[in-house]
């Protein structure tokens, strides 16, 4: 499977970006299907994740109310709403999918997922 993630810019602080994940060879049906970011000098970290199997979404704390996650199957590809975005918010995203089903408990953890896509610069501006 491989994955390409799109959407990302500059947006001043308030704004909004919509991130989009691109799955070919395999679609996001089996394991969960995730967002996580990484900004210069700190170490990547969950952002939110999508169960495919209940279809729930879970988030970091500090993106819980801002960013919802979403599932197109059809189209097989995942969304990052995110809004009401700040300085701290800028990072490089990427989307991860695991091609087996796991505990809710470890969804956030990064090294269970089994494929990347090579990420999307968001940059948000005061």
């Known amino acids: 499977v491989q994955l390409q993630a799109s959407g990302g810019g500059l947006v001043q602080t308030g704004g909004s970006l919509r991130l989009s994940c691109a799955a070919s060879?395999?679609?996001?049906?089996?394991?969960?299907v995730g967002w996580f970011r990484q900004a210069p000098g700190k170490e990547r970290e969950f952002v939110a994740v999508?169960?495919?199997?209940?279809?729930?979404?879970y988030y970091a704390d500090s993106v819980k109310g801002r960013f919802t996650i979403s599932r197109d199957k059809v189209k097989n590809m995942v969304y990052l709403e995110m809004n009401s975005l700040k300085s701290e918010d800028t990072a490089v995203y990427y989307c991860?999918?695991?091609?087996?089903?796991?505990?809710?408990?470890?969804?956030?953890?990064?090294?269970?997922?089994?494929?990347w896509g090579p990420g999307t610069q968001v940059t948000v501006s005061s």
């Open positions: 060879g395999g679609t996001f049906s089996s394991g969960p």
């Open positions: 991860a999918a695991r091609s087996r089903r796991i505990v809710t408990s470890s969804m956030h953890r990064a090294e269970v997922y089994d494929y």
């Open positions: 999508m169960d495919t199997w209940s279809n729930r979404p």
